[in-house]
């Protein structure tokens, strides 16, 4: 950001890099294990699947800590395999398993060890005992590493007074497993429909791994292990978001070329099942792509039972027009799902160019819909250096595009003291920040102070007699504090 400068394409632009990054490494390890042919059509069928695709133009951090997680996966699986005699080779790839395990964890935390050492340890266990000895000098050597790049951050945090930092941070990872944080719960199987959807179609293909007539090699069993891994234990974790489960990516991908280069096509209950998921994929986008010719309809029952969501449809976005052909066009694309498989790198290229498409011409239509009424009022508020916040819902598009300041010292001393009453009352100390830091601005002495609420929200901020309402648009309402209260 320091060289784009705080906006979108900065936030975004370290996973366009990890995009490329992550297709240059599929390439180079699909060549190594199989072919050149494998390795092409293993990163095709990456970048042409729904949900890898989606993370590649993101601005979320999991598409690194995947990347470093995998690299460092792939390494120790290749100690375990005892791939090459050679102790240079082996201590090259202990030492970049150790430093990339590690990274991966300063990304973003230590469940992914959780989840690499259950499967090397069933890989192992079913695979590899036999080569125990030769191969324990370099494990030990990575988890050397491992401990050095990995704790490097606590270290530095507890060596400057701030060991409360690293105590939180460890709470947090504990409260994620136990608990459905920040509101984010589902069912059991929450992971593997998200798998099954989110990444079709190459989800239908590898379900040809688990049919007869499948050679399974050491390679694959490696990579169904990983996946089925990452299922389970966040099947098992509390919390329950889309991206919880996008290490399992790799593997999706992978199975569909392996399987795809065995069977010359895939057997009549996929194409059904295919055709299903599809038709209701395409279903959607055409019902999306045409919201502005019967939204009118709907919007009357949505202000009885959601006031919300009907005025986020009635803000005017204006559409080309031409939009909902592409869910007719996804439709036709599964229906012409090659014969042979020779053609599926092409294909998948095909569908990567139509989520494309469909990103480039629904995603930012979607926003002006859901959040940009809101977010336009931040973008004014960060300009003119105005303090904004939420009410009573969680965001971070406040932050953002609000660009919101570090506070001083003392002002944090007292968010602090009013933090600390919270945790008296009985409230969560992790989770009561945001109150504490709204009842902070709402009492304070702060001025001008800004606030944003959704629409039902707006008669429970006015009888705090602190705020007038400016506007309201999109389902939000938003207000200025009055100057004449503290």
Same mark, same amino acid.
């Given at each position: 950001?320091?060289?784009?400068?705080?906006?979108?394409?900065?936030?975004?632009?370290?996973?366009?890099?990890?995009?490329?990054?992550?297709?240059?490494?599929?390439?180079?390890?699909?060549?190594?294990?199989?072919?050149?042919?494998?390795?092409?059509? #293993? *990163?095709?069928?990456?970048?042409?699947?729904?949900?890898?695709?989606?993370?590649?133009?993101?601005?979320?951090? $999991?598409?690194?800590?995947?990347?470093?997680?995998?690299?460092?996966? =792939?390494?120790?699986?290749?100690?375990?395999?005892?791939? *090459?005699?050679?102790?240079?080779?082996?201590?090259?790839?202990?030492?970049?398993?150790?430093?990339?395990?590690?990274?991966?964890?300063?990304?973003?935390?230590?469940?992914?060890?959780?989840?690499?050492?259950?499967?090397?340890?069933?890989?192992?266990?079913?695979?590899?005992?036999?080569?125990?000895?030769?191969?324990?000098?370099?494990?030990?050597?990575?988890?050397?590493?491992?401990? %050095?790049?990995?704790?490097?951050?606590?270290?530095?945090?507890?060596?400057?007074?701030?060991?409360?930092?690293?105590?939180?941070?460890?709470?947090?990872?504990?409260?994620?497993?136990?608990?459905?944080?920040?509101?984010?719960?589902?069912?059991?199987?929450?992971?593997?429909?998200?798998?099954?959807?989110?990444?079709?179609?190459?989800?239908?293909?590898?379900?040809?791994?688990?049919?007869?007539?499948?050679?399974? $090699?050491?390679? +694959?069993?490696?990579?169904? =292990?990983?996946?089925?891994?990452?299922?389970?234990?966040?099947?098992?974790?509390?919390?329950?978001?889309?991206?919880?489960?996008?290490? /399992?990516? @790799? *593997?999706?991908?992978?199975?569909?070329?392996?399987?795809?280069?065995?069977?010359?096509?895939?057997?009549?209950?996929?194409?059904?099942?295919?055709?299903?998921?599809?038709?209701?994929?395409?279903?959607?986008?055409?019902?999306?792509? /045409?919201?502005?010719?019967?939204?009118?309809?709907?919007?009357?029952?949505?202000?009885?039972?959601?006031?919300?969501?009907?005025?986020?449809?009635?803000?005017?976005?204006?559409?080309?027009? #031409?939009?909902?052909?592409?869910?007719?066009?996804?439709?036709?694309?599964?229906?012409?799902?090659?014969?042979?498989?020779?053609?599926?790198?092409? @294909?998948?290229?095909? =569908?990567?160019?139509?989520?494309?498409?469909?990103?480039?011409?629904? %995603?930012?239509?979607?926003?002006?819909?859901?959040?940009? *009424?809101?977010?336009?009022?931040?973008?004014?508020?960060?300009?003119?250096?105005?303090?904004? $916040?939420?009410?009573? @819902?969680? &965001?971070?598009? /406040?932050?953002? @595009?609000?660009?919101?300041?570090?506070?001083?010292?003392?002002?944090?001393?007292?968010? &602090?003291?009013?933090?600390?009453?919270?945790?008296?009352?009985?409230?969560?100390?992790?989770?009561?920040?945001?109150?504490?830091?709204?009842?902070?601005?709402?009492?304070?002495?702060?001025?001008?102070?800004?606030?944003?609420?959704?629409?039902?929200?707006?008669?429970?901020?006015?009888?705090?007699?602190?705020?007038?309402?400016?506007? +309201?648009?999109?389902?939000?309402?938003?207000?200025?504090?009055?100057?004449?209260?503290?």
């Amino acid at each position: 950001m320091k060289i784009f400068g705080i906006n979108e394409f900065a936030a975004r632009f370290p996973n366009i890099i990890n995009g490329f990054l992550t297709l240059c490494l599929l390439y180079y390890y699909g060549k190594k294990w199989y072919s050149e042919k494998f390795g092409l059509r #293993w *990163s095709a069928i990456h970048i042409g699947t729904i949900l890898p695709h989606l993370y590649f133009r993101s601005g979320i951090i $999991d598409p690194w800590y995947n990347l470093f997680a995998f690299v460092a996966y =792939i390494n120790i699986f290749e100690i375990i395999r005892n791939i *090459s005699n050679n102790p240079n080779v082996q201590f090259k790839r202990a030492i970049i398993a150790g430093v990339a395990l590690g990274l991966s964890v300063l990304t973003k935390g230590p469940a992914i060890v959780l989840v690499l050492l259950l499967s090397l340890m069933i890989f192992y266990i079913l695979f590899q005992k036999s080569i125990l000895k030769q191969n324990t000098k370099y494990l030990f050597i990575c988890f050397f590493v491992f401990i %050095i790049t990995g704790t490097s951050w606590f270290l530095y945090e507890i060596l400057l007074g701030n060991a409360y930092i690293v105590k939180e941070f460890i709470n947090y990872q504990i409260r994620l497993l136990q608990t459905e944080d920040s509101g984010h719960g589902g069912f059991l199987l929450y992971h593997f429909v998200v798998i099954l959807l989110g990444c079709f179609p190459s989800s239908i293909i590898l379900l040809s791994y688990f049919t007869k007539g499948i050679m399974r $090699d050491i390679y +694959s069993k490696a990579m169904m =292990i990983l996946m089925l891994a990452v299922l389970i234990i966040f099947s098992i974790v509390k919390t329950k978001i889309v991206h919880y489960s996008s290490m /399992s990516y @790799y *593997s999706v991908s992978f199975l569909a070329a392996y399987v795809s280069m065995q069977k010359n096509k895939i057997s009549s209950w996929q194409k059904y099942l295919m055709i299903t998921i599809g038709f209701l994929i395409a279903i959607v986008i055409t019902i999306a792509g /045409s919201i502005e010719n019967w939204k009118h309809l709907i919007i009357p029952y949505l202000q009885q039972k959601d006031i919300f969501a009907a005025e986020n449809l009635s803000v005017n976005v204006e559409w080309y027009g #031409w939009e909902y052909l592409l869910g007719i066009v996804f439709f036709i694309i599964i229906l012409i799902y090659p014969k042979q498989s020779k053609y599926l790198t092409l @294909y998948f290229l095909v =569908i990567a160019v139509w989520i494309s498409l469909v990103m480039n011409n629904f %995603i930012s239509k979607v926003e002006q819909y859901s959040q940009n *009424s809101a977010i336009v009022f931040f973008k004014w508020c960060a300009e003119k250096q105005y303090i904004v $916040d939420t009410y009573a @819902y969680k &965001s971070y598009a /406040s932050l953002f @595009y609000g660009q919101r300041m570090p506070l001083s010292e003392t002002e944090e001393a007292e968010i &602090s003291k009013l933090l600390k009453n919270y945790e008296n009352a009985g409230y969560n100390k992790n989770t009561s920040y945001n109150l504490a830091y709204l009842n902070w601005l709402i009492e304070s002495n702060k001025h001008p102070v800004y606030l944003v609420s959704k629409i039902h929200h707006e008669k429970e901020v006015l009888a705090t007699n602190k705020f007038i309402k400016l506007y +309201s648009k999109g389902g939000f309402v938003f207000y200025m504090k009055r100057k004449n209260v503290k």
